[in-house]
């Protein structure tokens, strides 16, 4: 039995390393990759979220008021003709009608001078009445005959410009109908349209329970579809308190101001409405988080263990989730290679 120890000692001694290189061995085959990020406070909304058309909130189609001959006026600005897309200014001549017979019609030379006449008259008879020289009624009847002619000439100044279609604002010339260069164009011709886009608006539908959650002011987030790199902020500015009795939705208005006019009228806009919202919240991509046995968790790493936490959730979107309990500032959150972890398993963070 004496001599029997030591062969079994020596035995034990020789297997001893061969057990420490089997246990490493284990233990680097049981360390998985992961890509963690630090907990650092950030914002998050919470949207409602609504698609619709963006129009001009001002768009107006000019019709001409008289018929006379087709002239195209010259853009100040360029010195050629006006052409789609131009900028154009309040009270600027767009297209100019040509009608001699009409503009004869309104005697508007005779009439200034008729203007001009009865205004002496009235100067001279008021200074004849401070002098006691006439009667109050030779001076009422005076300034009558004053304003009767002042009227008229007002009105065949009026009836003129009938000739002139002109640019209600300032904004961008949007439609100019090809017309011929002294046709004959009747009256309600359509022969411009001119928009002010640096405001826009949608009118948007949401079904009926996301009424309670919308309040005039709210801040809505517009992008457009056709143009992805374009976000602009918009408001709420009102909204129905009726419901469509078919489709069971609500109607509600936003306004866009469009800086640079980088959205154009008539796109196809994807509008969210900022019903909630936080700064300085702790924030995760909803995909980092589990659904383990009816709790929500997620992976944190400590010293090269992931541990599993529970958390209680807070405002959330499409994309991400506020997490309103559960982990600390600075905490490093497993966000790739999560998915086949199990509480207190041996990692490694890469980049």
């Known amino acids: 039995m004496k001599k ?18 089997e246990r490493l061995s284990v233990d680097t085959e ?20 609504a698609t619709g058309t963006a129009f001009a909130v001002r768009d107006v189609p000019l019709k001409t008021e008289q018929a006379g001959r087709y002239r195209l006026c010259q853009n ?46 009235f100067t001279k008879q008021r200074s004849v009445h401070e002098k006691g020289g ?11 005959a004053f304003l009767d002619a002042n009227y008229a000439y007002e009105n065949a100044a009026l009836a003129l410009k009938k000739l002139e279609v002109r640019a209600p604002f300032d904004g961008i010339l949007v439609d100019l109908p090809h017309i011929s260069e002294g046709r004959w164009v009747e009256t309600n011709t359509l022969v411009a349209e001119v928009m002010d886009y640096a405001r826009l608006y949608a009118d948007l539908t949401l079904p009926g329970k996301d009424m309670d959650r919308l309040a005039q002011g709210q801040r809505v987030v517009v992008s457009d579809y056709g143009q ?9 500015t009102q909204f129905s308190p009726a419901l469509d009795p078919e489709s069971r939705m609500f109607k509600f208005r936003i306004e866009i101001p469009n800086p640079g006019l980088r959205l154009k009228p008539g796109s196809f806009i994807k509008a969210e409405i900022v019903v909630r919202e936080k700064a300085g919240a702790f924030v995760l991509p909803k995909s980092v988080i589990l659904d383990r046995r009816g709790a929500k968790t997620v992976f944190v790493v400590e010293r090269g263990i992931a541990l599993e936490r529970r958390i209680q959730t807070g405002i959330e979107n499409v994309d991400e989730v506020e997490v309103a309990d559960g ?17 207190r398993t041996r990692v490694k963070i890469v980049e």
């Open 4 to 21: 029997a120890f030591p062969l079994v000692l020596a035995a034990a001694v020789l297997l001893l390393p061969g057990c420490r290189e």
């Open 30 to 49: 049981s360390t998985i990759p992961v890509k963690a990020e630090e907990l650092k406070a950030k914002g998050i909304q919470e949207f409602v979220t």
């Open 76 to 121: 100040p600005r360029t010195g050629r003709p006006f052409r789609m897309r131009d900028a154009v200014r309040k009270g600027e001549i767009l297209v100019a009608l040509e009608n001699p017979e009409f503009a004869n019609q309104t005697a508007i030379e005779s009439r200034k001078l008729q203007k001009e006449s009865a205004e002496r008259e």
């Open 134 to 144: 006439i009667t109050l009624k030779e001076l009422t009847d005076a300034e009558k």
């Open 228 to 236: 992805p790199g374009i976000s602009l902020s918009g408001v709420l």
């Open 327 to 343: 982990l600390k500032a600075g905490e490093r959150v497993v966000v790739e290679g999560f998915e086949t972890l199990r509480d």
